[in-house]
C-alpha cells in the first residue's frame, strides 16, 4: 500500500467520524430489525463501555482507520467477552453479535467506499480500510466467541455440581430414616449448590405442616417464607415439575426463592423454600435441580414415614431398632421379676464408626455395622434379642442367662471379629467395647442398661490404654 493511500484513508477517517448521525441510525434499525433480541437484552456490561451507541461504535471503527489511532481496544475486547457472557446467559444466539458486527463492517465499507469513488487510490484506501477494520472486529468476535465458551464451561461446571450434589443427597438420604436429618440434608445441600443464603423445610403432620428445620435463618424469620398452600408476600413468577410429582415455584419478594412442595404417591409430605436476599434471577436448570431434590426429600419421607408406622427392625442390619428392643428387654425384665429367672444385658459399641465414616465414608463404616451385627447374630441364642440402639451402639437382652453366659457370648463375638480383623475380610479394622450387667430383683432395664454401659465405658478405657500402650512400645 502507498502512504498516500494512507493519508487519504486518514483523512476520510476525520471527514466521516465528523457527521455519523445518518449512518448510525440506519446501522442500529438494521441491528433492530434483523436480530430484536440484542436491542431488547443490552447486558449490563455494556454500560461499562465508552461505546453505548451506533453512531458512537460507528466512529470509534472509523478511528481504527487511522495509523495512529488511540481508540483503546484491548479494554474493549475484554469488556466485549464479559457482555457476551451475558449475552449467553439470556439466550441470544453468538450468530447475532456476529451478524451485527457485520452490519457495522458493511456500513463502515460503504462510507469508505462512496467517498473514494472515481479515486485513482479507491482500490487501495478499500483494501486497506477493510485490512485495519478486519483486525479490530476479528479480535472483537474472538471475544464474544470467548465469552460464549466461558458460558458454556460455566454451566457445564454447575450441572457438574448439580449432578454431584443429587447424588451427594440421594446417598445421605438412602440411609436416614430421621425426618430431621431428611429435612436439614436436603436443605444444605441445595443451599451448598445454588449458592443461596437461607431456607426452610416443612413436613406434614396431620393435616397441617410443621416446621421441620431451618438454616441460616434467624428465629421467626421462617415466617417470611410463603409455605406451600398458604398465602403469602412472595409473588409466584415461574412454575415447574420434577420428574416425579414435587411442583417448584421461582417466588419473588424480599427473598429471591424457590419454594417446592414435597409430593409423592399422589400425597404432599411437606415443602420447603430456599432463597436469598442478594439480586439473583434463577435459571430453568435451577428449578429443576430443586424439583429433583424434593422428589428425592418426598421419597424419604415417604420411607420414614412408612418406617415409622411398621417398621420394627433397623433398615441396615435387620436386628431389632430401639423402640422395639426397649420393649423387648422390658418385657424381658418384666418376665424375671415375675418368675425370678435371670437375665443378662450385654452392651456394644463399635468406638471407631466415627474415624471409618471419616477416613474412609459412610458406604464403608455401614460394612462395618453390618459385619458387627452378622457376628453378634451368629453368637447368640435364638430366644435372645439382638438390637441396634444408635449409629454405633448395640444391645443384646439374654433371658435366662447370667454374666457368665453373656461373656461366653462376648468372647466369641470378639474372637470372631479378631479373627476378620487379622486375615484382611474387612476392608477397615473393626474395633468395639462391650459392657455387662446381670439383674438383680427390683432392677427396671433402664437400671440394667446404666450398669451395662459402666462395664462398657470401663471396657472402652482400659482397651484404649492398651492399644496406647502398643503404639508407644513400637515407637
Not at 125 to 149: K, M, P, T, W
Amino acid at each position: 500500500m502507498t502512504e498516500r493511500a494512507s493519508d487519504l484513508l486518514s483523512e476520510l477517517s476525520d471527514r466521516l467520524t465528523a457527521d455519523l448521525q445518518d449512518a448510525g441510525t440506519a446501522a442500529s434499525e438494521a441491528i433492530r430489525t434483523s436480530m430484536p433480541e440484542l436491542v431488547l437484552t443490552v447486558p449490563e456490561s455494556f454500560s461499562e463501555m465508552p461505546i453505548r451507541s451506533s453512531s458512537q461504535f460507528l466512529e470509534a471503527l472509523y478511528r481504527t482507520l487511522r495509523i495512529d489511532s488511540s481508540v483503546p481496544w484491548a479494554e474493549y475486547y475484554v469488556l466485549a467477552r464479559e457482555a457476551s457472557h451475558r449475552y449467553a446467559e439470556k439466550g441470544v444466539p453468538l450468530e447475532s453479535l456476529m451478524e451485527a458486527m457485520a452490519i457495522f463492517r458493511r456500513a463502515v465499507i460503504s462510507g469508505i467506499t462512496g467517498e473514494v469513488a472515481g479515486s485513482p487510490y479507491a482500490d487501495e484506501v478499500v483494501l486497506l480500510a477493510q485490512s485495519r477494520l478486519g483486525d479490530v472486529l476479528e479480535h472483537l468476535n474472538s471475544s464474544f466467541i470467548r465469552g460464549y465458551l466461558d458460558y458454556t464451561e460455566a454451566r457445564h461446571q454447575a450441572r457438574q455440581t448439580e449432578l454431584h450434589g443429587l447424588y451427594h443427597i440421594a446417598s445421605a438420604l438412602g440411609r436416614s430414616l430421621d425426618v430431621t436429618e431428611i429435612a436439614e440434608v436436603g436443605l444444605s445441600e441445595t443451599l451448598q449448590v445454588l449458592n443461596l443464603q437461607a431456607g426452610a423445610a416443612w413436613v406434614r403432620e396431620g393435616a397441617r405442616l410443621k416446621l421441620a428445620k431451618t438454616l441460616g435463618l434467624e428465629p421467626g424469620q421462617e415466617s417470611e417464607f410463603s409455605v406451600s398452600g398458604r398465602p403469602g408476600p412472595l409473588k409466584v413468577m415461574e412454575i415447574a415439575t420434577g420428574p416425579a410429582e414435587s411442583r417448584v415455584d421461582r417466588i419473588a419478594g424480599e427473598w429471591s426463592a424457590i419454594r417446592a412442595e414435597l409430593r409423592t404417591k399422589g400425597v404432599l409430605l411437606g415443602a420447603m423454600t430456599v432463597a436469598t436476599r442478594l439480586p439473583r434471577t434463577f435459571e430453568p436448570s435451577d428449578l429443576q435441580f430443586v424439583a429433583a431434590v424434593a422428589d428425592q426429600i418426598a421419597v424419604a419421607l415417604d420411607r420414614a414415614r412408612q418406617h415409622t408406622k411398621e417398621a420394627r427392625t433397623d433398615y441396615l442390619t435387620g436386628l431389632a431398632n430401639r423402640p422395639e428392643f426397649e420393649r423387648a428387654i422390658d418385657r424381658a425384665v418384666a418376665a424375671s421379676e415375675r418368675h425370678k429367672r435371670r437375665l443378662a444385658l450385654m452392651m456394644i459399641d463399635l468406638y471407631n464408626l466415627k474415624q471409618i465414616n471419616d477416613e474412609h465414608g459412610h458406604h464403608v463404616g455401614d460394612e462395618a455395622i453390618r459385619v458387627l451385627a452378622h457376628e453378634l447374630q451368629r453368637a447368640v441364642r435364638a430366644t435372645d434379642t439382638c438390637g441396634r440402639l444408635g449409629g454405633d451402639e448395640f444391645g443384646v437382652a439374654m433371658p435366662d442367662a447370667d454374666e457368665h453366659h453373656a461373656s461366653d457370648v462376648a468372647a466369641r463375638v470378639r474372637h470372631s471379629l479378631e479373627y476378620l480383623n487379622r486375615a484382611a475380610k474387612l476392608p477397615v479394622r473393626v474395633d468395639f467395647s462391650i459392657g455387662i450387667a446381670a439383674w438383680k430383683p427390683g432392677m427396671d432395664w433402664q437400671a440394667m442398661y446404666q450398669e451395662a454401659d459402666k462395664e462398657l465405658y470401663i471396657d472402652k478405657r482400659s482397651r484404649h490404654a492398651a492399644r496406647k500402650k502398643v503404639s508407644d512400645a513400637r515407637s
